[in-house]
């Protein structure tokens, strides 16, 4: 919604929309140990971490990265 409510340039709307899926994704994958977020916090932020790490350059509209994080330089 908010990339509807205040448009970004496209490459920047592309960015925002790859990295929502992604996070979105992710969430689904922590579902089965979502009870240990009360616990611990490693078991997410570890991956998140790693995650982030191994983030892509997006540089194009056509660029797919899919399952990587993206950002723009």
Do not use: C, W
Request: zero cysteines; aromatic letters at 12%; charged letters at 30%.
């Amino acid at each position: 919604m908010h990339e509807e409510l205040f448009p970004n340039e496209p490459l920047e709307t592309k960015m925002d929309l790859h990295n929502n899926k992604i996070g979105m994704d992710y969430f689904v994958e922590l579902l089965p140990g979502i009870h240990r977020q009360f616990f611990e916090k490693g078991f997410f932020i570890d991956a998140l971490l790693k995650k982030t790490e191994n983030a892509k350059i997006l540089k194009s509209l056509d660029d797919n990265f899919e399952g990587d994080l993206v950002y723009l330089r």
